[in-house]
């Protein structure tokens, strides 16, 4: 009675099982758009929504270089006496226009700064999202591959799955040893909707990167990794290439780096606001002139005649306020601005140093990988195949012990591969080129 309530279980354990497969997400490739890499930049660079956006900014600096040399408009006033306080009384047209001195050009200078420095920021954007897409596509291209890996594993464990069931019933093989086939082979069911599920997470971050006001949805133009791993097709060096010295990518890096070019721009901005609040002290010219005439029944014996005048005047004179808290906080600004600069630059330095040495690393166990473990593994599941179907389909259990072992390696490979993309990109981030040729 025990070993049937036993038997029960484990039946509806294996049934259990082969509902998840039952319940498997479909795909359905034919809805979507394959793109390689280059084709989704493009295509993210022209149709991201927030890219487009921030470029607009771009014309409102244009705009403010405009509005920051705007001269004063002019002011017209009248002066009419009324009643008998106008008895003898002139009135007047005057019209008044103010004139800065020494403040419209560095207003100017401060707004050209400013658009370069718009310019600036959505050039790094521009990379930001190249170097986005590059992540989403690797990371996609990374989830389908092992999707893929599993579905060829699935492939061989259904085979061996399908010969234990024939020996078992040839009472060739042990229950026991039956049991561990088999749940070895519904072992990989999970892991195959899991990757399922991830490759649909990872091409819905894909296009969240991408992010397009249209219906399309884009995928990898590839779905598993060749024997060359696709390091031409991914943008990624080759790890049989001989990097250059770290101290090339250190000077590359920071005569590169956007983060750089704009920290030394907001010191060149804050230096031109120096400059304009100190001109703030300055006083102001304004130049007045009119008509002045009396009103005949004012003017009665016509003593007085009507005429043009002019005068001059200084507005805004320092005296009572001369512009030192103003003047102090820009000075604060500017050095505030030098200290950022010094800070982005060492930080700069750490970061290129640090992702140098962990693409180095990387580079070495990838090419580790490649030449001793992959090869070696490859050979040994088609020796050990060739073995198997020659020997009448025995050894099962062998099999299936080689073919988890090799779904380790596979994995650690594909990590170790994964790292390799990985730490590029990141090194490409530090020295912020989005040219691989241009950064080895």
């Given at each position: 009675?025990?070993?049937l309530?036993k038997?029960?279980?484990?039946?509806?354990?294996?049934?259990?099982?082969?509902?998840?497969?039952?319940y498997?997400i479909?795909?359905d490739?034919?809805?979507?758009?394959?793109v390689d890499?280059?084709?989704?930049?493009?295509?993210a660079e022209?149709?991201n929504?927030?890219?487009?956006a921030?470029k607009?900014?771009?014309?409102?600096?244009?705009?403010?270089?405009k509005?920051?040399?705007?001269?004063?408009?002019?002011?017209?006033?009248?002066?009419?006496?009324?009643?008998?306080?106008?008895q003898?009384?002139?009135?007047?047209?005057?019209?008044?226009?103010t004139?800065?001195?020494a403040?419209?050009?560095?207003?100017?200078?401060?707004?050209?700064?400013?658009?370069?420095?718009?310019q600036?920021?959505?050039?790094?954007?521009?990379?930001?999202?190249?170097?986005?897409?590059?992540?989403?596509?690797?990371?996609?291209?990374?989830?389908?591959?092992?999707?893929?890996?599993?579905?060829?594993?699935?492939?061989?464990?259904s085979?061996?799955?399908?010969?234990?069931?024939?020996?078992?019933?040839?009472k060739?093989?042990?229950?026991?040893?039956?049991?561990?086939?088999?749940?070895?082979f519904?072992?990989?069911?999970?892991?195959?909707?899991?990757?399922?599920?991830?490759?649909?997470?990872?091409?819905?971050?894909f296009?969240?990167?991408?992010?397009?006001?249209?219906?399309?949805?884009?995928?990898?133009?590839?779905?598993?990794?060749?024997q060359?791993?696709?390091?031409?097709e991914?943008?990624?060096?080759n790890?049989?290439?001989?990097?250059?010295?770290?101290?090339?990518?250190?000077?590359?890096?920071?005569?590169?780096?956007f983060?750089?070019?704009?920290?030394?721009?907001?010191?060149?901005?804050?230096e031109?606001k120096?400059?304009?609040?100190?001109?703030?002290?300055?006083?102001?010219?304004?130049?007045?002139?009119?008509?002045?005439?009396?009103?005949?029944n004012?003017?009665?014996?016509?003593?007085?005649?009507p005429?043009a005048?002019?005068?001059?005047?200084?507005?805004?004179?320092?005296?009572?306020?001369?512009f030192?808290?103003?003047?102090?906080?820009a000075?604060?600004?500017?050095?505030?601005?030098?200290?950022?600069?010094?800070?982005?630059?060492?930080?700069?330095?750490?970061?290129?140093?640090?992702?140098?040495?962990?693409?180095?690393?990387?580079?070495?166990?990838?090419?580790?990988?490649?030449?001793?473990?992959?090869?070696?593994?490859?050979?040994l599941?088609?020796?050990?195949?060739?073995?198997?179907?020659?020997?009448?389909?025995?050894?099962?259990l062998a099999?299936?012990?080689?073919?988890?072992?090799?779904?380790?390696?596979?994995?650690?490979?594909?990590?170790?591969?994964?790292?390799?993309?990985?730490?590029?990109?990141?090194?490409?981030?530090?020295?912020?080129?989005?040219?691989?040729?241009?950064?080895?």
């Amino acid at each position: 009675m025990k070993k049937l309530f036993k038997n029960i279980l484990i039946l509806l354990f294996v049934i259990c099982l082969l509902q998840v497969k039952a319940y498997a997400i479909t795909d359905d490739e034919n809805k979507f758009i394959s793109v390689d890499l280059k084709t989704a930049i493009s295509i993210a660079e022209n149709k991201n929504i927030d890219y487009i956006a921030a470029k607009k900014n771009l014309e409102i600096a244009q705009q403010k270089i405009k509005a920051a040399g705007r001269f004063q408009n002019p002011s017209v006033s009248t002066l009419v006496n009324m009643g008998r306080a106008g008895q003898e009384s002139t009135d007047n047209i005057t019209l008044n226009e103010t004139i800065e001195v020494a403040k419209r050009g560095p207003r100017i200078a401060i707004a050209k700064a400013q658009y370069e420095l718009t310019q600036q920021e959505i050039d790094y954007l521009k990379f930001q999202l190249n170097i986005n897409v590059r992540k989403a596509y690797t990371e996609l291209l990374i989830a389908k591959h092992i999707y893929t890996s599993l579905l060829k594993y699935e492939e061989l464990l259904s085979d061996l799955y399908k010969t234990a069931k024939e020996e078992f019933a040839a009472k060739r093989l042990s229950k026991l040893d039956f049991l561990q086939i088999e749940v070895a082979f519904n072992r990989i069911i999970p892991d195959i909707n899991q990757a399922r599920v991830d490759v649909e997470l990872k091409r819905e971050a894909f296009n969240n990167i991408i992010n397009s006001d249209e219906d399309e949805i884009y995928d990898v133009s590839i779905s598993q990794l060749s024997q060359n791993n696709d390091f031409e097709e991914l943008l990624v060096p080759n790890p049989d290439i001989n990097l250059s010295d770290i101290e090339e990518y250190i000077k590359f890096g920071l005569e590169n780096r956007f983060d750089i070019k704009q920290a030394k721009q907001k010191v060149f901005i804050a230096e031109k606001k120096l400059i304009s609040v100190n001109r703030q002290r300055i006083p102001d010219i304004q130049l007045f002139g009119g008509y002045q005439y009396m009103r005949k029944n004012m003017n009665p014996d016509k003593e007085y005649l009507p005429g043009a005048f002019v005068g001059t005047a200084l507005n805004n004179i320092p005296i009572f306020y001369t512009f030192k808290p103003e003047i102090k906080a820009a000075q604060t600004e500017l050095e505030q601005a030098k200290l950022e600069y010094e800070s982005v630059v060492n930080k700069a330095k750490k970061d290129i140093i640090s992702n140098y040495k962990q693409f180095k690393i990387a580079k070495i166990n990838l090419n580790y990988y490649k030449q001793k473990l992959t090869l070696s593994t490859d050979m040994l599941t088609s020796t050990a195949k060739d073995v198997y179907m020659k020997n009448g389909r025995k050894d099962i259990l062998a099999m299936i012990a080689l073919e988890q072992s090799c779904r380790e390696i596979t994995k650690s490979y594909t990590d170790t591969l994964t790292t390799y993309y990985n730490s590029w990109i990141n090194l490409l981030e530090s020295v912020q080129n989005e040219n691989y040729s241009e950064a080895l």
